[in-house]
Structure formats: structure tokens, C-alpha cells
């Protein structure tokens, strides 16, 4: 018996939602420890830069492989690949979880979850565009873009909650439970055989890692070392910071990685990626596009977090209730655009996503001020939901309906390469603004404040000048009680402290509503036209 469209739905329904999962889960885990640093480096006997140091190496391998994993994608088979993938994340997982110290937690989390999602993320993209057409596309794509930034969002919730009430070890346990239901749900899929005729070009694959990882290392340790000039007590390299150096070593090694691979095209030997890929103006207006979403939603997720749970003082799982608004528009806007608007103008939905995020990050740094509530970030976050679920509902399928359907492997590693470098800038961007303007409104106030001995402030101008700490008031009370500073002064240091803070939110917000505004700009490389729809014939001369 033949299947009817009824089951076909369900079954195109039941791979949607099982690359939905997948998406989310290779996104949860950054945003779940980002609100558990201080709990996980107790459990395991580290310290919060330990930790830290474990996230920056979740980054970095995947960037270093993303491109590889797609190409192992088009070798083995994409279908073959996600369940790889998944076998090693979940092992990853479970060796998180029950990670008795740091060198387990960075085997189990930051190289084996990390290999795994550089298997994931690629074959993710290449799935959709094997089992869907071209004018189901932006549909799928922005469900399973949704669900990647949903899982951004109700991250802090999540972490919250289950380090408040049980352990941060839940987590990843219950990461295993979802990969074993995701691998059950793979065979659902259709994939494409595998392509016995390619091989892995073991050459590229060092260099663009290599490449990948300096630049993004780089990136991530600018709001510690500075990005130009190092900061006081910091190192230096003729002078520079050494993130001024990685990254333009990262570029030239990227640089040669490229010149090799367009020798070897020319010459009819196996490449990692085809650098001509580059040349499609569509495919790099939708990477463009893709950089700057993520720049700037990692961006907003750093500083509002910060405001919330620092500055206000709220919970773990209040702050994540507070940004789940977010959520919600975000899920609409991305499921909603394709379903009520499917002839829509990809690069108009484009511009108003660009548009509504700059509105929301606007409203935010105007309603900053001393007597404001956590009520003020609702309406911000529903307008940079809106923005950032309709630049989900079509980039994903601008990019790869951009190249052959074949093609759609190396698309995928390629747009989670920009991606995760995009979250890596607007994270260590929006830091180090946010840093720099505290430090100089910090130190500016208390120089200028009466109340503050000219000798504190004259001392504090020498120990401060790398950077003021995004202190909450108990944690600065606290460290200037063992000071023995006099309760005088320190009540006139919370002050500014309080004023500080929010003078270094507005700064980063303000750096992140320009790059808002230029990218809403910068959208002409996104078509006019949804893919697989034909372009509306010229109007007769007369």
C-alpha cells in the first residue's frame, strides 16, 4: 500500500523535529554552564577560569572542524554522519557528567561534544536540503534555526534550575537520554549516498583548523589581553597585544589555505572546500548575514544576562524566565514568516529582522537607568526575537539554495564555521566594550566624587587600569570590607559602581546597535526572490 500525503507528512514532520532536536541540543550546552561556572569549578575541583577555559575550547574545536565535518558528511553519507555525530556527543556527555575533574570534563565536553557537533551541525543543514524542496526550505530551516537559538535562550533557565534543585551533572545525563531518542528517530531520514569518488584533503584539513583556531582563540582572549594594545599587566608581542598577532596569523594561514586549495582544484586533486564557492554572491550575502545574526544575538545574550543577574541581583532561573519572551517571538517570527508569508522577499525579511533587532537593542540602552526593573528588558527581547526568527526563517535556505543540492555539505560547514565565529566575536566584543566603558566611568567618578579619600581614588586609578570587574553591590561591599575601607567611602564606591555598570551596558549595547544598523545595510547579496519561485518576467517595452 502506498503511502498517503498524511504520512508523508508525518514522516517529513518526525526528520524536522528530529533536526530540530539535534540543533538545540548542540546549542544548550554553552548557554546551560554559562550560568553554573561557579558551581561546576567547586563540583570538580577547579576555578571559574578553568571552566572557562573549557568553554573557549568547546569553541575552538569545533571551528577548527566544522569545515572537515561537513566534507566526512559528503564521504561517508550525511545520514551516516549525523549518527556518528550523535554516538560521540553522547558518549561526550556522559563522560561530562560523570567527570570527577577538569582534564575528564574537557575530554567528555570541550573534545569529544566538540567532534561530535563538527559532525552534527553540517549534516543538520545537508539533511534539510535532502528531505525537503526548495519551497519547503526556508520553513525547515527556520524551524531548526528557531530551536538552535531557542536552546540560547531557556539555557540560563534550564541551568538554573537543575543547579538550584539537583546538579549540573542532570544536564548532560539528560543530553544522553535526548541523543539515544534522536538516534532512533535517524532512520526516518532520506540521505544521499555516500560519495566513494571524494577524498578527505588531509593538508586542508590542518591549515583551516589551524587558521580557524588562531583566529577565534584570538578573538575570545581580546577582552583579556586587549585587541590592539595589551592591557596593563598583560602580555606583549612588539609592543601589541597577542591578539592583534593571532588573528592576523590565523588570517594569512586561511589566506594560503585557500591559494593551496585553488592549486589543487586546477589541478584535478581532492579539496577540502572549492574556494569558488566563494565567488556566489548569493551564498556570500547569506554568510554575511549569517555573521552578523549571530555576532549580534551572542552580543545581547552576553549583556542582558549580565544586567539581570549582576546588576539586579535576580536568580539563575529568574533571569532565564525574564528572557524567555525572547523565545517566544523568536519561535513565531520563524515558523510564522514562511507559513503566512512563503512568496515573501527574502531580502526584505532580511532588512525588517536587521531593523527589529536594532529597535530592540535601542530600546534597551534607553531604558537603562539606576531606578529601572527587570521589566525594562521584555519589550526589547520581543522585538529582537521578531528580528532574529525572521533572519532565521530565511538564511538558512538563502545559503544553500544557493548552491547545487550535492553541495549542500560543504555549505553547512562553511555557514557553521561563520556562525561560531560570529558568536565568538559578539561575545568578546560586546565584553570588552562593556569592560572598557565600566573601567572609564568607574574611574572617572570616584576621581571626581568628594567622598572618595584622593589617595583611594589615586590607588585604585593604578590597580583598576586593566579593568573594573562587572561587580554586583554585595560583591563590591564585600571585597571593600576586607579592604577596611571606611563605610563612607565604600557607600560612595557602590554608588558609582552602580552608575558604572550601567554606563558600560550602554556602551556595549551602543557598539552592538551600529553593527545592527551597518548590517541592515549590507543585505544586498541576499535575492530578492524566495528560492525555487521564478523570477516575475521583465514589463513589455512600449
Known amino acids: 500500500m ?115 557537533a563538527a559532525l552534527i551541525l553540517p549534516a543538520i543543514v545537508a539533511l534539510v536540503a535532502t528531505n525537503f524542496g526548495r519551497s519547503e526550505r526556508p520553513r525547515a530551516y527556520g524551524l531548526v534555526a528557531a530551536f538552535g537559538a531557542i536552546a540560547v535562550a531557556v539555557g540560563p533557565l534550564i541551568g538554573g534550575l537543575l543547579t538550584t534543585y539537583a546538579s549540573w551533572r542532570w544536564v548532560f545525563a539528560g543530553e544522553v537520554v535526548v541523543v539515544l531518542g534522536i538516534l532512533l528517530l535517524t532512520r526516518r531520514m532520506r540521505g544521499l549516498p555516500p560519495d566513494r569518488a571524494t577524498r578527505l584533503d588531509l593538508g586542508g584539513t590542518a591549515l583551516s583548523g589551524l587558521g580557524l583556531v588562531l583566529v577565534v582563540f584570538g578573538v575570545l582572549r581580546g577582552g583579556t589581553w586587549g585587541f590592539l594594545n595589551p592591557k596593563p599587566g598583560g602580555p606583549a608581542w612588539l609592543g601589541l597585544s597577542p591578539v592583534f598577532w593571532l588573528v592576523i596569523a590565523g588570517g594569512l594561514v586561511l589566506r594560503w589555505f585557500l591559494s593551496r586549495e585553488r592549486a589543487r582544484r586546477r589541478r584535478g586533486q581532492p579539496v577540502l572546500l572549492d574556494p569558488g564557492l566563494l565567488d556566489n554572491r548569493l551564498l556570500r550575502g547569506g554568510l554575511n548575514s549569517f555573521l552578523f545574526q549571530y555576532l549580534l544575538q551572542a552580543g545581547l545574550f552576553f549583556t542582558v544576562p549580565l544586567y539581570l543577574s549582576v546588576a539586579l541581583g535576580l536568580s539563575a532561573i529568574d533571569t532565564g524566565l525574564r528572557i524567555l519572551p525572547l523565545s517566544l517571538t523568536l519561535l513565531l517570527a520563524a515558523v510564522g514568516v514562511p507559513r503566512f508569508f512563503p512568496d515573501a522577499s527574502p531580502r526584505r525579511v532580511v532588512q525588517l529582522g536587521f531593523a527589529a533587532l536594532f529597535a530592540g537593542i535601542v530600546a534597551l540602552a534607553a531604558a537603562l537607568n539606576a531606578e529601572a526593573g527587570p521589566e525594562i528588558v521584555t519589550l526589547p527581547l520581543l522585538l529582537a526575537g521578531l528580528g532574529i526568527g525572521a533572519l532565521a526563517s530565511q538564511l538558512g535556505s538563502v545559503t544553500v539554495s544557493a548552491v547545487p543540492d550535492e553541495r549542500s555539505a560543504e555549505v553547512g560547514g562553511l555557514q557553521n564555521t561563520v556562525t561560531n565565529l560570529g558568536a565568538s566575536i559578539g561575545t568578546a566584543l560586546a565584553g570588552a566594550v562593556l569592560i572598557a566603558g565600566l573601567t572609564t566611568s568607574f574611574l572617572t567618578g570616584i576621581q571626581a566624587n568628594p567622598a572618595i579619600p584622593a589617595d583611594l581614588s589615586a590607588q585604585a586609578q593604578v590597580q583598576l587600569a586593566a579593568g573594573v570587574p562587572f561587580l554586583s553591590n554585595e560583591q563590591l561591599a564585600a571585597a571593600l570590607s576586607d579592604a577596611g575601607v571606611d563605610q563612607a567611602t565604600a557607600t560612595a564606591a557602590i554608588e558609582q559602581n552602580e552608575q558604572s555598570r550601567l554606563d558600560g551596558l550602554r556602551a556595549a549595547l551602543g557598539l552592538l546597535a551600529l553593527i545592527a544598523l551597518a548590517a541592515l545595510f549590507l543585505t544586498r547579496g541576499i535575492p530578492v526572490h524566495q528560492p525555487g519561485t521564478p523570477e516575475p518576467a521583465p514589463p513589455p517595452r512600449t
Open 2 to 116: 502506498a503511502p498517503t500525503s498524511g504520512d508523508r507528512q508525518v514522516a517529513t514532520g518526525t526528520v524536522l523535529f528530529t533536526l530540530a532536536c539535534g540543533q538545540f541540543l548542540m546549542t544548550l550546552d554553552s548557554s546551560v554552564m554559562n550560568v553554573s561556572i561557579a558551581t561546576v569549578a567547586e563540583d570538580v575541583g577547579t576555578t571559574v577560569t578553568g571552566i572557562q577555559t573549557a568553554i573557549t575550547m568547546y569553541t575552538l574545536v569545533m571551528a577548527a572542524l566544522m569545515i572537515t565535518g561537513g566534507k566526512i558528511g559528503q564521504i561517508i553519507s550525511f545520514k551516516r554522519s549525523f549518527a556518528i555525530g550523535c554516538v560521540i556527543y553522547g558518549v561526550g556527555s556522559l563522560t561530562t557528567a560523570l567527570a570527577p575533574d577538569l582534564t575528564v570534563l574537557l575530554i567528555g565536553w570541550s573534545l569529544l561534544e566538540g567532534i561530535g
